[in-house]
């Protein structure tokens, strides 16, 4: 009934639509052939294709949940970090945005 689409709009929970859509667990997919690289990735709604596009270019990849903390990635000894995209606004995440901070300059 298109009568009651905007309330229905009105009363979504946008609060925290990342959540719901990336992985709570870690877990690794191995690279493709010789491992060349090993990365971080966060989860904030990656696509399945995204993660396996990374490992066919021989990064071993260790996809972290979207509340992963920069030192648990600071201490993982990788060669980089990949932050997925997701959904909603980053101005709603910025429990998630200042530990991304803490992963920036790092060597």
Excluded: W
Aim: charged share 25%; proline share 5%.
């Amino acid at each position: 009934d298109l009568a009651n689409v905007d309330s229905v709009v009105e009363d979504f929970d946008y609060s925290n639509l990342v959540q719901s859509v990336g992985f709570r667990d870690p877990y690794v997919v191995s690279a493709e052939g010789e491992e060349k690289y090993k990365v971080a990735l966060i989860d904030c709604g990656a696509k399945k294709s995204q993660i396996l596009n990374l490992a066919k270019h021989g990064m071993s990849v260790n996809v972290f949940p979207y509340n992963v903390k920069a030192e648990d990635i600071l201490n993982g000894g990788f060669d980089g970090v990949v932050i997925s995209n997701g959904p909603g606004n980053p101005n709603d995440y910025s429990e998630i945005v200042n530990e991304i901070k803490k992963l920036i300059d790092k060597p």
